[in-house]
């Protein structure tokens, strides 16, 4: 009898494996062949889910902001501080992540020596823009400022390591836009 297979399913246990090396390689030296060996499926099995590293990158670009940002808390009771204050808490529980894949961001841009674009032509800018205003209920100016801060200290953080939290370096930001 012929083996069945969740399509769903296998895509996503493919992505979800894809994530880590992904991170560890980087794009411009990951090849497809290597892939297939590292998360243990066939060459042709991540073919016949993924026509190419290309599609592989945006399906994983796009898993991850369906899992991240629907997780995000919704705006609370006390209003843009305590929403922002609780955002920075989960994004702390999830840096690892959220750093991986800006540096894995930057490499795709750098191997493509092309500004990020995602198959519906919207930029990365775009993406984060419309998940944080939609997820957190923010003014686009705040989620303009927002996103440029939590990017810049993974930026630097990744250049020069940090043991203060998340929350504790971004914490001036959130006074100066939110005060008591």
Do not use: C, N, W
């Not at 990951?30 to 297939?36: D, I, N």
Request: proline share 7%.
């Amino acid at each position: 009898m012929p083996k069945i297979v969740d399509r769903e399913q296998q895509r996503a246990l493919i992505l979800d494996r894809s994530f880590a090396v992904f991170v560890h390689r980087g794009y411009g030296h990951l090849r497809m062949r290597a892939l297939a060996q590292d998360i243990g499926v066939s060459f042709g099995t991540l073919y016949h889910y993924f026509p190419s590293k290309e599609a592989l990158f945006y399906a994983l670009l796009e898993r991850y902001f369906q899992r991240a940002f629907p997780a995000l808390p919704r705006p609370v009771d006390g209003g843009l501080r305590a929403t922002l204050l609780r955002v920075v808490q989960q994004l702390e529980a999830q840096e690892p992540e959220v750093s991986g894949l800006l540096a894995l961001t930057l490499d795709y841009v750098q191997a493509h020596a092309t500004p990020f674009t995602a198959l519906d032509g919207r930029t990365l800018d775009d993406l984060l823009e419309a998940q944080i205003t939609a997820s957190l209920g923010l003014s686009l100016p705040h989620t303009r400022l927002f996103r440029q801060q939590v990017i810049g200290v993974l930026m630097l953080r990744r250049l020069t390591p940090s043991d203060q939290p998340l929350s504790t370096v971004l914490k001036p930001f959130i006074d100066l836009i939110a005060p008591l």
